[in-house]
């Protein structure tokens, strides 16, 4: 079974938005959103991530990070860099990207018994 939510480490940590609007291309994008997955969870800093996409295309992606030149060292990446032109010619025809704080975390889940 695949992980559905990211680790919950204790704040404060950063969070990563990457909210994108696709396009009807896809060759090439599986493999290349697989491989970034792999390769930001072998970077420094890397604490996990989330991911959604709507049959609309409209997706986001939500990774973790330690520091904010975690963050930065993981945009440099030239692998990563390679991705990010890819999807600006082909795959993505509009996206937003924000960078926030976390200074809180809690999470509930059904099985768990009351305290």
């Not at 970077?43 to 939500?62: C, K, S």
């Amino acid at each position: 079974m695949t992980q559905r939510f990211a680790p919950r480490p204790e704040p404060p940590y950063y969070a990563v938005i990457f909210t994108s609007q696709r396009t009807a291309v896809e060759a090439g994008y599986g493999t290349t959103a697989d491989r970034m997955g792999e390769l930001a969870a072998q970077q420094p800093g890397y604490l996990g991530m989330e991911h959604a996409r709507g049959d609309d295309g409209l997706g986001i992606t939500v990774s973790y990070w330690r520091s904010l030149d975690d963050i930065a060292a993981w945009r440099r990446h030239a692998e990563h860099t390679d991705a990010r032109n890819d999807g600006r010619a082909n795959w993505y025809s509009h996206y937003e990207l924000r960078i926030a704080k976390v200074e809180r975390a809690y999470g509930w889940d059904a099985g768990e018994v009351p305290a």
